[in-house]
């Protein structure tokens, strides 16, 4: 079967840097998406990966290992706006979009 | 660019009413269209794929003749929600591609469906 697993929910500092992980069990690939998804609101797209290797956003970067079925979100100097689910979603051999249930990310003052 | 409109964005209605929701892309041409449910605190479900001028393809276990989708053309498709019960409740949400499989969707601002 297909699978993304990604965290349920992490908690950082304000000012700090979080890493989100998401690994994925696809039939097939054709790149990788992260978005954003703040409360009661519908998810904005943040990036795409279709080949390894670090794509830098400003303050957000996502990593991608197609070897390892490994991705990152990256997010720097965090702000308390950055307080939202991040969703990891893989392009299968169909064009299908497989999604993870999402990261949930608190941040602190 | 790559502005997905959706309307209405709340609605709350009796039960047995019949709800139609729009879904415009504002600035390209959407030869593929998402219709997503979200129940709180709980990820995003796809419930159907349409293709323009195509019948839409459901996922399994959601009911076509209760959720009816037209995407009658490249920047409208509509999802009616039929004899809407409370049990049909929650965040529906639309999304649209131009096409291209490595495009990514658009989401619309979601339409928040409340049967009383």
């Known amino acids: 079967g297909q699978n993304i697993d990604q965290p349920t929910e992490m908690t950082a500092t304000e000012g700090a840097i979080v890493q989100i992980n998401c690994t994925y069990q696809t039939s097939g690939f054709n790149g990788l998406f992260w978005y954003q998804q703040h409360a009661g609101e519908a998810p904005t797209f943040l990036s795409y990966?279709?080949l390894d290797g670090l794509e830098e956003k400003g303050r957000f970067s996502s990593f991608l290992s197609r070897s390892k079925g490994y991705s990152y979100l990256l997010l720097k100097e965090l702000q308390m706006k950055d307080s939202a689910s991040y969703l990891c979603a893989v392009l299968d051999s169909n064009y299908q979009l497989i999604w993870g249930a999402g990261t949930k990310l608190i941040i602190k003052p | 660019g790559a502005v997905v409109s959706q309307h209405p964005s709340w609605v709350i209605c009796k039960s047995g009413t019949s709800v139609k929701i729009e879904c415009r892309s504002l600035?390209?041409?959407?030869?593929?269209m998402f219709w997503y449910r979200q129940f709180p605190k709980q990820s995003l479900m796809l419930m159907a794929t349409s293709n323009e001028g195509s019948k839409a393809t459901y996922e399994q276990g959601v009911e076509k003749d209760k959720f009816l989708i037209n995407h009658a053309s490249l920047t409208l498709s509509t999802l009616t929600v039929t004899s809407a019960h409370p049990e049909d409740s929650s965040f529906y949400i639309c999304?649209?591609?131009?096409?291209?499989?490595?495009?990514?969707?658009?989401f619309g601002d979601g339409t928040r469906l409340s049967i009383l």
């Open positions: 999304s649209a591609t131009p096409g291209t499989g490595h495009q990514p969707q658009h």
């Open positions: 990966n279709v």
């Open positions: 600035d390209f041409q959407a030869t593929t």
